[in-house]
């Protein structure tokens, strides 16, 4: 048993091997990595959330989501400026290259249909 624990911890090509069939490896979701395992031990996060709690009344929930209100950072006066700033810049560019495209496309098609 303690051997398992040793060569679990050195890693390698053996690991790949023993944990074809054990349950308790699980994938890291790396690509690329060849033919190397990669194990990692279970915890409770891999468990799913168990979201079946006490249902609460319409008052006590407006009172969670003030508290949970209180707790959010808010972005300052300029931050919002800045933010939607960026936006309306982005929104403009990509509408600007949208149009573009599909003038640009338009023309082709009635030059492509034309001859």
Known sequence: MSDDRDDAAK??????????????????????????AVRRVRSDADDAEDTRGKRVGPITYVGQVGSELRKVIWPTRSQMVTYTAVVFIFLIFMTALVSGVDFGMGKAVEWAFAR
Do not use: E, H, L, Q
């Not at 308790?24 to 990595?33: D, M, N």
């Open 11 to 36: 890693g390698g090509a053996d690991d790949a091997r023993k944990g074809a069939g054990d349950t308790s490896a699980v994938p890291t979701g790396k690509a690329g990595r060849g033919n190397v």
